[in-house]
C-alpha cells in the first residue's frame, strides 16, 4: 500500500468529532443543565468518538514517527500541530464562560494560564473545558512514541505493543498503583492506541495480518474483559473500521464535505462543550425551542471551529515550521 494522505482518516477525524459535539450538545448538556424540552434527535453513544481519536493518533503519530530523522523535528511537529489553535479555544472558551449564564464553568486566571500548558491534567488541576483531558492522555502517548523512536523499538513494535497491554491487567490488578504514573503510560487507553498502529502497519506492508493479529486480540481480550460487553463493541467497530481503511476498503468516505469536516475537527472539538452549553443555557432562557436551540449551537461551533482553523491553526503550523526547516538549514551551513 502506499504512503501517501488517507483521506479517509481525515473523515474519521470529522465523524468522530462530531459525534463527540453532538453528545455534549444533545445529552450531556441535559444531564448538567436540562433541556427545556426533549431533543428530537439524541446521541448518547456520541463519547465514543474519543476512543476513535485514540485510535486515529495510534496510526498517524507512528507514521510521523517513521517519517522523523530527530526527535527535536517530531517535538516541533507536534507543538506546531496541537498548541497554537489549543491557545486560542482557551482563551475563546475563557471568555465566553465569563459573560455567559453558566458560572459553574469559569475558572481563575491561574487555572487558565496553567491550562495554557495542556499539562493540568497531571497536576490535578481543573480543565477549562472538559473536553481538554484528553489532551493529556495525547501528550502522554507522544512523549512513550518517542521514547520508543529514540530507543530504536518502533520496529518491534508488536512486541512492545503486548507488554504495553499488560499494563492495564497490571493497573486492574492493583488497583492501588499511582494514577498519575497510569497516566503516563496511557495503560488506561492503550488498546486504542494500538489498534491504530497496527492498521497502520499492515496498511504500509510493514506487518502482515498473523503479525498484527496477535495484538489485536490482545488489545480486544483486555478492553472486553475488564471493560465489558459494551467497551468490546466499540474496540471492535474501532478496529475493524481503521482495518478498513487500512486495506482501502471505505473509499466511500473520501467525500468533500467530510474532508473538510476533518481538516476542522481538531478546533471544532476544542471550542464546542463549554461555548455550546452557554450558547444552549442563552437560548433556553430566551425560550428558543430546543431542537432550534441544538441546530444553532452546531452551526456556531462549525463555525467557530472554521474560523480558528482557518485564522489560527494553518497559519501558524506553517509559520512554525516553515521557522523549524530554516534554522535547521541554518545550522548546517554554519557546521
Not at 476512543?51 to 506546531?80: C, K, N, P, Y
Not at 472539538?269 to 431542537?291: C, N, Q, R, W
Amino acid at each position: 500500500m502506499g504512503r501517501g494522505r488517507i483521506v479517509e482518516l481525515d473523515a474519521l477525524r470529522g465523524l468522530a468529532a462530531l459525534a463527540v459535539v453532538l453528545f455534549h450538545l444533545t445529552t450531556r448538556f441535559d444531564r448538567l443543565y436540562g433541556h427545556a424540552s426533549p431533543p428530537l434527535i439524541a446521541v448518547p453513544w456520541g463519547h465514543y468518538g474519543v476512543q476513535f481519536f485514540f485510535g486515529l493518533s495510534g496510526f498517524v503519530i507512528f507514521m510521523t514517527l517513521e517519517r522523523t530523522r530527530h526527535a527535536a523535528d517530531f517535538v516541533v511537529s507536534r507543538v506546531s500541530r496541537l498548541y497554537p489553535a489549543y491557545w486560542a479555544a482557551v482563551l475563546l472558551t475563557t471568555a465566553a464562560v465569563a459573560i455567559g449564564p453558566l458560572p459553574d464553568l469559569r475558572h481563575d486566571a491561574g487555572t487558565v494560564l496553567v491550562n495554557l500548558t495542556m499539562v493540568q491534567g497531571f497536576l490535578g488541576l481543573p480543565y477549562v473545558d472538559g473536553v481538554y483531558w484528553t489532551l493529556a492522555i495525547e501528550l502522554a502517548f507522544y512523549a512513550c512514541m518517542l521514547g520508543l523512536f529514540v530507543a530504536r523499538l518502533l520496529d518491534r513494535i508488536e512486541w512492545v505493543l503486548i507488554g504495553w497491554l499488560g499494563l492495564k491487567w497490571l493497573w486492574w490488578w492493583l488497583p492501588d498503583l499511582s494514577y498519575a504514573a497510569g497516566m503516563l503510560l496511557v495503560q488506561d487507553n492503550i488498546p486504542f492506541f494500538a489498534i491504530g498502529i497496527c492498521a497502520y502497519r499492515l496498511h504500509v506492508g510493514e506487518a502482515g495480518i498473523a503479525r498484527v493479529l496477535p495484538v489485536l486480540a490482545c488489545a480486544l481480550a483486555t478492553i472486553g474483559w475488564i471493560e465489558g460487553a459494551e467497551s468490546l463493541l466499540v474496540a471492535t467497530l474501532v478496529a475493524a473500521t481503521f482495518l478498513g481503511c487500512a486495506t482501502g476498503r471505505l473509499a466511500w468516505l473520501r467525500w468533500r464535505p467530510l474532508a473538510w469536516l476533518g481538516g476542522i475537527s481538531y478546533p471544532l472539538y476544542l471550542l464546542h462543550e463549554s461555548i455550546g452549553f452557554v450558547l444552549l443555557a442563552a437560548m433556553k432562557s430566551a425560550a428558543v425551542p430546543t431542537d432550534a436551540a441544538i441546530l444553532i449551537a452546531l452551526l456556531a461551533a462549525l463555525a467557530l471551529g472554521w474560523a480558528v482553523s482557518v485564522a489560527v491553526e494553518r497559519p501558524a503550523l506553517r509559520l512554525i515550521r516553515r521557522a523549524w526547516r530554516g534554522a535547521g538549514a541554518a545550522r548546517k551551513v554554519e557546521a
